[in-house]
């Protein structure tokens, strides 16, 4: 046999191992992840719209009982309903109108707590454009627990896991909507026990004694929306 049809015969069965071995790879290895990247994307949009207006809902009423707290000339106490507690509701209409402010607030901070729990269960081990920022997202989202739970709060770090995890409603896989949490809070004493902690924190948020909590949550929340919009999720 010439050299040159020799050549040729090893040219073709070698072109066709190496042609096999890329579609073994593309088959087993490459698609998959693709896929992976995909369904991790698809999640990470689905996710990230209602996490970044719960973010957004959040900051404003912080900053707006920030602003109440301070305001010196606040003759008639707009911070007092932060007071009240849903364990003094009569009936349900308590929760939209005397403590509406109350519950619509507690709502908004296990909101964002919840959207955080649902992100890292199904989207924080999918991978962003690359690692790195899903290590810093990953990091963002626990700032906002650090923050709630830090500077002498009386909230605990896995309790705002747990408000926000009792929230969600495990048929949509989305937090409850608020006329839920507050049918919740008046009919399930287990529940209203559970978020009883949080309502505390705010009767004492009211009395401005956790100041620099709340200033910190405001700042995390501010960077997790200009995390999301920075890098266009």
């Given at each position: 046999m010439s050299d040159g049809l020799s050549n040729l015969i090893y040219g073709v069965v070698g072109g066709g191992i190496v042609t096999f071995?890329?579609?073994?790879?593309?088959?087993?290895?490459?698609?998959?992840?693709?896929?992976?990247?995909?369904?991790?994307?698809?999640?990470?949009?689905?996710?990230?719209?209602?996490?970044s207006l719960a973010c957004h809902e959040l900051e404003f009423r912080l900053n707006s009982i920030k602003d109440k707290i301070n305001d010196t000339n606040d003759q008639f106490g707009t911070s007092q309903p932060l007071k009240l507690s849903p364990k003094n509701s009569s009936c349900i209409d308590w929760f939209t109108k005397e403590g509406y402010y109350v519950t619509s607030t507690a709502y908004l901070i296990s909101s964002v707590a919840s959207w955080i729990a649902l992100y890292e269960r199904d989207v924080v081990f999918l991978p962003f454009v690359n690692q790195r920022l899903t290590t810093e997202f990953f990091y963002l989202i626990e700032d906002f627990k650090r923050a709630m739970s830090s500077k002498g709060s009386i909230l605990w770090f896995h309790y705002v896991n747990g408000i926000g995890d009792n929230l969600i409603d495990k048929a949509t896989n989305h937090?409850?909507?608020?006329?839920?949490?507050?049918?919740?809070?008046?009919?399930?004493?287990?529940?209203?026990?559970?978020?009883?902690q949080l309502f505390q924190f705010l009767h004492r948020v009211a009395d401005n004694e956790f100041k620099d909590t709340v200033e910190d949550t405001i700042q995390t929340l501010v960077q997790i929306k200009e995390f999301l919009e920075k890098n266009k999720i």
């Open positions: 071995i890329i579609k073994i790879t593309e088959s087993y290895l490459v698609a998959p992840r693709l896929q992976e990247s995909i369904d991790g994307r698809k999640k990470l949009y689905l996710y990230a719209r209602p996490l937090p409850i909507t608020q006329s839920e949490f507050s049918y919740k809070l008046h009919k399930d004493e287990l529940f209203r026990d559970y978020y009883d």
